[in-house]
Nanobody
């Protein structure tokens, strides 16, 4: 069983930065995906930034490319989301997800941004950009 605990959310002005952390406990399988989704009121949960547990491949939503960076510290079993140049439309509850989403393109593992493909979820952390 995997438990995910997020931290780092908060309120920030447009153009500012935040860093989210997701600490995982339990067994995380190699070559699977882990990372971040978000959900704004009245909208579906969307994949924001995901990374294979080996770190070789990342997925970013088009809306965050060039502004957000997902990275991990395997020694701490923690995944981070560095968010720069935040916009009001980034306001949402951000969720950490793990164990799922892996697809193969040839011999390379890539991550899916579809929420239903992930097995474990954190409780969420609110990000508000004004």
């Amino acid at each position: 069983h995997v438990q995910l605990v997020e931290s780092g959310g908060g309120s920030v002005q447009a153009g500012g930065s935040l860093r989210l952390s997701c600490a995982a406990s339990g067994y995380i399988t190699s070559s699977n995906c882990m990372g971040w989704f978000r959900q704004a009121p009245g909208k579906e949960r969307e994949g924001v930034a995901l990374i294979t547990t080996g770190g070789a491949s990342t997925y970013y939503a088009d809306s965050v490319k060039g502004r957000f960076t997902v990275f991990q510290d395997n020694a701490k079993n923690t995944v981070y989301l560095q968010m720069n140049s935040l916009k009001p439309e980034d306001t949402a509850m951000y969720y950490c997800a793990a164990e799922g989403g892996r697809r193969w393109v040839g011999s390379a593992a890539v991550c899916s941004g579809l929420a239903y493909e992930y097995s474990y979820w954190g409780q969420g952390t609110q990000v508000t950009v004004s």
